[in-house]
T-cell receptor
Framework: AQTVTQSQPEMSVQEAETVTLSCTYDTSESDYYLFWYKQPPSRQMILVIRQEAYKQQNATENRFSVNFQKAAKSFSLKISDSQLGDAAMYFCAYSRRGGTYKYIFGTGTRLKVLA | ETGVTQTPRHLVMGMTNKKSLKCEQHLGHNAMYWYKQSAKKPLELMFVYSLEERVENNSVPSRFSPECPNSSHLFLHLHTLQPEDSALYLC???????????????FGEGSRLTVL
């Protein structure tokens, strides 16, 4: 069975600094998606970044980038120039491409941004 | 209205009440989901509908009853709930093809349920 593990329940970063959130996953599939979602307090969960496993290039969205290591089954999120608005729960998720509508989520990492 | 909207945002109910959660998506997606979010636990998939047909039912107790009248609307009917059912219930949608996933989930803001 596929699993997603986020080993850091909580992280802190100083405003304007860089932070990396870790995620590992387990699957026997070769074609899949990986996602990072952000859930601010009492607000909607939104997609931060998405990676397709067949793409070797790491995805980037403005200040957010990933380090996708397929062989190691690792998918970390780097946030550069952290802002107060980045404070949220961050969830790593996996889904098999064409798979039966199952998205597997990790337990989340709470990110605090210090002014 | 854009995206995925859920009502009500907050709901308090007794164990003998019957209530419903509503979700509506304005994205033209063909799959809709109910997830349960509890503190310090991964999101738990409850139900998935694809083209109005239930394709996943993740061993959810029968006191939760989903309904998908069309591809834009999804309901979760609640009856005789237990206090441990208190949680944030998230609705989501995605665009899929026959056979499953082709992209990401889009979430609503959630319905915070408290069962007394």
């Amino acid at each position: 069975a596929q699993t997603v593990t986020q080993s850091q329940p909580e992280m802190s970063v100083q405003e304007a600094e860089t932070v990396t959130l870790s995620c590992t996953y387990d699957t026997s599939e070769s074609d899949y998606y990986l996602f990072w979602y952000k859930q601010p307090p009492s607000r909607q969960m939104i997609l931060v970044i998405r990676q397709e496993a067949y793409k070797q290039q790491n995805a980037t969205e403005n200040r957010f980038s990933v380090n996708f290591q397929k062989a190691a089954k690792s998918f970390s999120l780097k946030i550069s120039d952290s802002q107060l608005g980045d404070a949220a729960m961050y969830f790593c998720a996996y889904s098999r491409r064409g798979g039966t509508y199952k998205y597997i989520f990790g337990t989340g990492t709470r990110l605090k941004v210090l002014a | 209205e854009t995206g995925v909207t859920q009502t009500p945002r907050h709901l308090v109910m007794g164990m003998t009440n019957k209530k419903s959660l509503k979700c509506e998506q304005h994205l033209g997606h063909n799959a809709m989901y109910w997830y349960k979010q509890s503190a310090k636990k991964p999101l738990e998939l409850m139900f998935v509908y694809s083209l109005e047909e239930r394709v996943e039912n993740n061993s959810v107790p029968s006191r939760f009853s989903p309904e998908c009248p069309n591809s834009s609307h999804l309901f979760l009917h609640l009856h005789t709930l237990q206090p441990e059912d208190s949680a944030l219930y998230l609705c989501a949608s995605s665009q899929g093809r026959q056979g499953g996933i082709t992209g990401e989930l889009f979430f609503g803001e959630g319905s915070r349920l408290t069962v007394l």
